[in-house]
């Protein structure tokens, strides 16, 4: 744009900068008039091709400007600094250049909606719905702002629109072009476009109702116009000066009493201002408040929180920059101390936004949507003072500016300091509203309505509290402390209470709990009467009382056995149907009466001899169970002087005792049989056994005829016992009658056999002892020896053939006996023979022999000469000899060595 003026313009603008100065104009205040004055330059620059001085003096300009920012629909703010702005610049440029001011009837120059009525048509109109919105009440605010937006459409459709008639303008398509032409050029945020489009419906729906026309179209023209159908402006009456308006009498009598019409005229405005006074303070806080719901727009619109601001960047000589420059825009909450500032909270930042200048350095921007996120409500709601800091690269200027807050946006954004949600839907901290459906919705995470005091009343003809479909939410009514819930009604023949639940598969249709442990209250308490009583009454451990006779149609289940009505009707056990044969307390049951009595807190049959029995098809006939720590049964005999069962919480059993010990624990405090086990008829004995199969068993035989007990133990494999220990205290092993203190019968094979380190049964180093069937005694050892302990003697009986030795046939001696004794009383072997001769064989028929006289025999076999070694001590017999000769040797010889 530079390029495109003139160096005199240039130097115009420092003018402009100097004489802002001088005139102490706010260093804000001389930013915006220069900015402005630099868009009115560049418009020029595109409309007139290049600035001189000389088109500055031209006042068509001036307002060709204007009328094109009233095109554009900019804001009343804007187009009035603007205005201002250039009427400055006018000022300026008639000082400089000495001429007439070309601005100076910039102010003079209203908008088509703001003319008097001889040259605004629609001023009228504009009038009488400003007076329609304030018969419904709405506030000084929002009624400004629907005049704003319907003046700003009539200026923009008076221009661009065939027809300038109203109910042509008033068209929807027109409607729709002004809503298009505002998007397209960009400035105007999509919330703003929606609340212009509501203003313009609800001005059209208003004309509409109160001339009864119909609409125009938009493609009918002006020479087809149905005169008779053009509304008529209203008349406008001319004002009489009051002194020219009253009657001479009267003006002569206000002359008379010292009033001139100056003094009446404020006289009358006084009592006009007092009346006015008090209309509208009865209008606010009493009819206002009722007729609130009757207010337009039927959603509340919320306007965008953006900031406008506009600048020029220029470097240190003075030269414009127009290169795109970062620039960073904060809010705080105090206007800070030093140059640049600082201190105070951040509320805002917009982040680094990227601006391009115009080539006079001048940009323009709107924090919060082009530059920036959103600004939140808290900004301005929660902070009395909002102050703007902006920071031009890593520059942060000085001083912060603060933001004047706009009264409309504020009012319509706000109610006190509270927003009104944007979406119809409360949240935190806003203002909730109704929707176009009756409905208050509230949008807030477990939100709550609280009062403070008194009763909280809520009324209507029909009430439903529900949870939103598809929650499964709860609903939950608490009262604090010993508040209570109170339901009452006045219903005479239909249900008061009801609760249904079509869907219910598992729990409880009403569930209701008392979480403590403490007693003494009722679960359940039913009273009525019109002095109420009880009627039925649930305990807190769970007794309940029915003040009245108890009807049950179909019988009544107790635990897993149905009662049949043949027994349970009304209070009490009953023998036949309906209430014949009842009785009414457990205390006056009788035989008679019933199949059951109560004694002394004792239930027993009525008849004694009947018996407690479960029928042949239950699966259990009795169950007790018991989870505390008692006993789960206890049998006492009716005297109580004993205690013959008992089953513990532990499942013990206690017979003669109540406190088991082990799971079986049986007590005869008496001295008494114990315990006694008795075979039926014909069978008698007992057993107590233990089955795997029917080879295996373990048999106690206690009794073993009616001659009294003679057997004790009697163990048994087969059928036949093996192991007996009979009263005389002998143990028998393989036969049932023991005639020593242990006898071992076996048939055949080994009777008794002793086993060296057997843990297992594969040892090999045993010993067995076997009898023949004569009576003979076999030791055999798997050792090969049978040993005497040293000084032990081993002693023969008298009797044929007592000791024997045979079955020998190894290389060794068939029998070696060995003395280690030195001295001669002391014998290796002593054979003492009373009354025969003692003999010895050899295997070749050498048969020595020793008489009972003494004397020593050998006899050889026939044809063996004898031959006694001369060495040999017959006395002390130690070794001798029996050969053929004297020269023979003796490996032919036989030798006894004793």
Known sequence: MQANISSSVIDLLQTCKTIFLARQLSA????????????????????????????????RLYLDYLDSLREKAVSPSLLSRTTYSLKQLGSVVGETYSSENPARNLLESKPVGTQT???????????????????????????????????????????????????????????????????????????????????????????????????????????????????????????????????????????????????????????????????????????????????????????????????????????????????????????????????????????????????????????GDTCGTAIPATVFTENADVWLQVTVGSETLGPRQQIATVAYALNSETLQGFPISSTVSAIMNTVVPMNQWGEIIIGEQSPRMTGVSGTFAISAPAMSITTTTGTSGNITIAPDGTGQVNVQGNTTSTNFFNVSNAQLSTGSLIN???????????????????????????????????G?????????????NAVSDDYVEAVGFCTGDGETNCVTDFASLSAGSSYWERTSGVLSPANLNDVIAATTSATT??????????????????????????????????????????????????????????????????????????????????????????????????????????????????TFSPDARLEINHATGDNLR?????????????????????GDLTIDSAGG????????????????????????????????????STTDTNKAVNISQTGADLFARSKNGFSPRIASTKEFFIAPPAGIKTYVDTTIKVKHAHVFEIRESASESSTKCRRWEV
């Open 117 to 367: 009525a001889g040259n605004n048509p629609f001023e009228n109109y504009i009038k009488h719905f400003i007076n329609y919105l304030n018969s419904v009440h709405l506030s000084p605010y929002t009624i400004k702002s629907y005049k704003s937006d319907i003046e700003r459409y009539l200026i923009w459709g008076t221009r661009h629109l065939s027809s300038t008639r109203l109910p042509v303008l008033l068209t929807s398509s027109n409607i729709k072009k002004y809503a298009n032409h505002l998007s397209e050029i960009g400035t105007t945020a999509k919330s703003t476009i929606e609340r212009k489009l509501a203003s313009l419906t609800r001005f059209k729906d208003w004309y509409s109702q109160t001339y009864s026309l119909k609409q125009a179209t938009d493609n009918k023209s002006d020479s087809s116009e149905d005169l008779k159908t053009t509304p008529l402006a209203p008349v406008n009456e001319s004002i009489l000066p009051i002194n020219e308006a009253l009657p001479g009498g009267v003006k002569n009598i206000l002359t008379r009493l010292g009033f001139n019409p100056a003094t009446l005229i404020s006289f009358g405005l006084l009592i006009l201002l007092m009346s006015a006074l008090a209309f509208f303070g009865w209008r606010q806080f009493s009819k206002d408040r009722v007729l609130l719901t009757q207010a337009y727009p039927s959603s509340p619109v919320t306007p965008n929180r953006q900031i406008s601001f506009q600048g020029r960047l220029e470097d240190s000589a003075g030269t414009p920059i127009n290169a795109s420059t970062n620039l960073v825009f904060r809010l705080f909450d105090t206007a800070g101390s030093g140059d640049p500032p600082t201190g105070g909270t951040e509320l805002y930042s917009t982040g680094t936004c990227a601006i391009t200048p115009d080539t006079d350095g001048v940009f323009s921007t709107q924090i």
């Open 28 to 59: 804000n205040s001389r930013k915006l008039y220069l900015a402005d004055i630099r868009n009115f330059l560049t418009f020029l620059a595109d409309q007139e091709g290049f600035v001189a001085t000389n088109k500055l003096k031209n006042p």
């Open 785 to 820: 020896e049978v040993n005497l302990a040293a000084n032990d003697s081993l002693s023969l009986l008298a009797g044929t053939g007592a000791l024997t030795i045979a079955g020998y046939s190894g290389t060794g001696n068939a029998a070696s006996i060995t003395s280690s």
């Open 512 to 546: 209701g709990t008392a979480a403590n442990n403490n007693t003494g209250f009722l679960l359940l308490d039913l009273l009525s009467g019109s002095s109420p009583t009880s009627k039925f009454s649930v305990t807190d451990a769970g007794l309940t009382t029915i």
């Open 548 to 560: 009245a006779d108890l009807y049950v149609s179909s019988g009544i289940s107790l635990y897993n």
């Open 621 to 734: 006939a009795l169950t007790l169970t018991q989870t505390g720590a008692f006993n789960a049964l206890l049998v006492e005999d009716q005297a109580s002087d004993t205690t013959p069962f008992v089953i513990d919480q532990n499942g013990s059993v206690g017979i003669g005792t109540t406190t088991p010990s082990t799971l079986l624990t049986i007590a005869d405090t008496t001295g008494g049989s114990g315990i006694l086990l008795t075979g039926t008829s014909g069978n008698q004995t007992a057993r107590l056994q233990t089955v795997s199969g029917a080879a295996n068993r373990a048999e106690l035989l206690l009794n073993d005829g009616a001659g009294g007990p003679t057997t004790l133990v009697k163990l048994t494999s087969q059928a036949s016992a093996t192991n007996y220990i009979n009263n005389s205290g002998n143990l028998g092993v393989g």
């Open 754 to 774: 002793l086993t060296y380190n057997d843990a297992d049964g594969t040892a090999s180093y045993y010993t067995d002892f076997s009898l023949a069937a004569d």
